[in-house]
C-alpha cells in the first residue's frame, strides 16, 4: 500500500471496515450465544471464552455475565472482527466491478482464512476460545454469520 491513491482509497473506505466489521462481529456474537445456549445451556460462555487473551483459563469456564469476562471477551471479538473486516475491505479494493456475488466470494475467502488463522495457525493463548465452548458444527454458524454479515455491510455501502 505504498501508492499514495490506494492508501487514500483505502481511507475512505474506513467506514466500510466499521460497517462490515461491526456487522460481522454482531452477527457471529448472537451466533455464539445461540450455541452455547443451545449446546450447553450456557450463552454467556462462548461470549467470555475470547477474554482468555487477558484472564487465562478462568474466562474460558465462566457462564455467567462479569464485566471482566464477558465485556473483555466481546470487545476482544469485536477487535478480530475489525481487524479481520480490513482485509476484506483490501480484497473489495482489487474489484474493478463489486457485486453482491463476488462480495459474497470475497466474504467467504477472507472468512476461511480467518478461521484457518484462529483455529489452527495462532498459539493456543490467541485462539477465540469459543471453539472449546461450542461444538464443530456450531463453529460452521459462527463462521457463515461472520461471513454474512461482510457481505452484508459491502451489499449495505453499494446502495
Do not use: K
Request: aromatic letters at 8%.
Amino acid at each position: 500500500m505504498s501508492d499514495p491513491s490506494l492508501v487514500q482509497s483505502f481511507i475512505s473506505r474506513l467506514p466500510g471496515v466499521l460497517l462490515t466489521g461491526t456487522l460481522a462481529s454482531v452477527g457471529s456474537a448472537a451466533v455464539l450465544a445461540w450455541r452455547g445456549r443451545r449446546e450447553n445451556g450456557r450463552a454467556l460462555g462462548p461470549l467470555n471464552a475470547p477474554a482468555h487473551w487477558l484472564w487465562g483459563g478462568e474466562s474460558l469456564r465462566r457462564d455467567g455475565a462479569s464485566l471482566r469476562h464477558t465485556m473483555t471477551g466481546v470487545l476482544v471479538h469485536h477487535a478480530s472482527s475489525l481487524f479481520w473486516a480490513v482485509f476484506y475491505e483490501m480484497l473489495r479494493l482489487r474489484r474493478s466491478r463489486p457485486t453482491p456475488v463476488n462480495a459474497m466470494a470475497d466474504a467467504a475467502a477472507i472468512t476461511a482464512v480467518a478461521a484457518a488463522v484462529d483455529l489452527r495457525l495462532v498459539p493456543q493463548r490467541l485462539t477465540p476460545g469459543f471453539e472449546r465452548r461450542i461444538s464443530r458444527r456450531g463453529l460452521v454458524w459462527v463462521y457463515a454469520s461472520f461471513a454474512a454479515g461482510l457481505a452484508l455491510g459491502a451489499c449495505f455501502r453499494r446502495r
